[in-house]
């Protein structure tokens, strides 16, 4: 009989509050409403749905969300104890037993802002009045509370309004039921992502991450670290580009020797050929020439993949280049490798001993590279030049062999 009594005084009460507010609220009040009660019963079904709790305490807790704002109807100040003693007076009226109203009672004043709850009811109710915090309508629940605010007085710009909410949800709220954090923490913080982002798209945020920025480029250890990264950056680009040229060439030529070999060699064994048999071969020699460098600019030199404890402390070793150490265990690696990140001096040195060896390899590939764009160069300019005078001289004896 209880059970059902309950039932259905949560019915009445239901209508009690709508008349109620119909008929006593403020129009100021576009946030504090019964559409607010309703969605504080909702999320109150729904942690009680999902949790252990017994069909007395779950309506107990409806009656407390329904009741919990009803002192806005009254007055904005100290809201949650008018609203207590409506409730009170509301449920004696209904003859409902006292240690329930009690409970009830205690569950509107907690909602107070500057409570905190001391068992698993409070905790409930705590999480369902805030619960819009991690709704996908947090946004326009937020838009109605500060309008409400500013019917009331008071005013807050867009950028001060966001400032107190991140600062409400960083500083101030939590959820404290085992529902609520393990279901609704995820979408606080990615509405409040959403306020920082929104922040930081303000003008005054853009000049504040700048002047950090700033102060930060003016610090000599990130000049240091940006000078290393942007050198060593570079250094690797222009091995790439040189890498790419060697290919190239080397690609190039090897078209031309396989179209000598398939076109021109097997047509000198003709005695009609033969004037072309020295152009071709200087073709063919420098095209050689121009693949054999192409391949020493491009070919790795691994070192010996080890070193020793006394080339460590003497830092004669390059702990960043693979192949000082791809052969070391992994114990002795580490070891060398801490020590060298406990000294910031020998840090900076690696790295400098790392770009310098960087830029001898760079050296000795754009050496060789440029003598392998010169020989191509030359090898063509004198293989046309064979050929042309290749060319004349067949053309000039046949022509006195024809005079008689």
């Known amino acids: ?120 009811l409070e905790e409930i109710i705590l999480d369902a009045d805030s619960s819009h915090f991690a709704k996908d309508y947090y946004k326009e629940t937020s838009e109605l509370l500060k309008k409400e605010l500013e019917l009331r007085g008071q005013l807050y710009t867009n950028k001060e309004w966001r400032a107190e909410n991140i600062k409400f949800f960083t500083q101030f709220h939590r959820y404290y039921s085992d529902y609520a954090i393990k279901n609704w923490n995820k979408s606080k913080n990615e509405n409040l992502l959403r306020l920082l982002k929104k922040k930081k798209k303000s003008k005054n945020k853009i000049k504040k991450e700048q002047l950090k920025v700033d102060l930060k480029n003016q610090s000599p250890e990130r000049a240091i670290q940006t000078l290393f990264r942007t050198t060593l950056r570079n250094h690797i680009k222009l091995s790439d580009i040189a890498d790419t040229k060697a290919n190239i060439l080397l690609s190039v030529n090897a078209i031309i020797i396989s179209l000598a070999l398939a076109n021109i060699i097997p047509k000198l064994d003709a005695p009609t050929n033969r004037h072309l048999l020295f152009p071709t071969l200087i073709l063919i020699l420098f095209s050689v020439a121009s693949i054999i460098l192409s391949i020493m600019s491009t070919r790795p030199n691994v070192t010996s993949g080890e070193f020793t404890d006394e080339q460590v402390r003497n ?90």
Request: hydrophobic share 40%; net charge negative; charged share 25%.
């Open 1 to 120: 009989m209880q059970t059902l009594f309950m039932d259905d005084l949560i019915k009445i009460t239901d209508d009690y509050v709508l008349n109620l507010f119909k008929k006593n609220l403020d129009e100021r009040y576009v946030y504090h409403n019964y559409t607010h009660t309703k969605r504080v019963v909702k999320s109150i079904k729904e942690i009680i749905d999902n949790s252990e709790i017994d069909v007395k305490e779950a309506q107990i807790l409806t009656l407390a969300a329904l009741l919990h704002d009803i002192g806005y109807t009254q007055s904005d100040e100290n809201h949650e104890e008018v609203g207590a003693e409506m409730a009170e007076a509301y449920l004696k009226q209904h003859n409902v037993d006292q240690a329930i109203i009690e409970q009830i009672v205690t569950l509107i004043k907690v909602t107070k802002c500057d409570r905190l709850p001391q068992n698993k």
């Open 315 to 404: 830092r004669e070793v390059n702990l960043l280049f693979f192949g000082n150490f791809h052969k070391v265990p992994f114990k002795k690696y580490r070891e060398a490798l801490m020590g060298l990140l406990d000294n910031k001096e020998e840090v900076y040195e690696s790295l400098l001993k790392d770009l310098w060896l960087l830029g001898v390899v760079l050296n000795r590939k754009y050496t060789l590279l440029r003598w392998t764009y010169t020989i191509f160069m030359v090898g063509i300019i004198v293989s046309v030049i064979s050929f042309v005078i290749a060319f004349y001289t067949t053309d000039f004896q046949q022509i006195r062999t024809a005079i008689p």
